[in-house]
């Protein structure tokens, strides 16, 4: 099974995410800031990392670069996801292997 650590400052977004990726049978950790983030990925080995822009104690940027440094972890794909306009060059420049943009409102993801 697949591992996928999700790293999402807002909660209630971070739970729908949860939701959907196991549904479609990933194994899911999430956490909700980025020092959490960085112990976790360390721990869990994930084969993929989603990464929001609101974080505390470490910026996406810091995140992305650390995995990037760690030995074993550098090549696992990191998809930042972003909301409204975002430099997504700038996000790419700094080690993201993607940027998917994520809607205003969570209503938009919710089942129907």
Same mark, same amino acid.
Do not use: W
């Given at each position: 099974?697949?591992?996928?650590? /999700? /790293?999402?400052?807002?909660? @209630? *977004?971070?739970? *729908?995410?949860?939701?959907? !990726? &196991? %549904? ?5 950790? #999430? +956490?909700? @800031? ?12 994930? %084969? !993929?990392? !989603? #990464?929001?822009?609101?974080? %505390?104690?470490? &910026?996406?940027? $810091?995140? #992305?670069?650390?995995?990037?440094? &760690? ?10 996801? +972003?909301?409204?306009?975002?430099? &997504?060059?700038?996000? !790419? %420049? ?5 940027? /998917? $943009? ?11």
């Amino acid at each position: 099974m697949q591992r996928v650590l /999700v /790293v999402e400052g807002e909660p @209630d *977004l971070g739970q *729908l995410i949860c939701y959907y !990726l &196991t %549904d479609a049978g990933y194994e899911v950790s #999430i +956490v909700h @800031d980025g020092q959490a983030g960085l112990q976790e990925m360390c721990k869990r080995k994930p %084969d !993929l990392i !989603l #990464i929001n822009e609101q974080l %505390d104690q470490v &910026t996406r940027y $810091q995140f #992305i670069a650390q995995v990037r440094k &760690t030995e074993g972890l550098s090549s696992v794909p990191i998809v930042a996801m +972003v909301k409204g306009r975002v430099p &997504t060059g700038r996000v !790419l %420049d700094a080690g993201a292997s993607a940027v /998917v $943009q994520v809607p205003e409102r969570l209503e938009t993801l919710a089942p129907m």
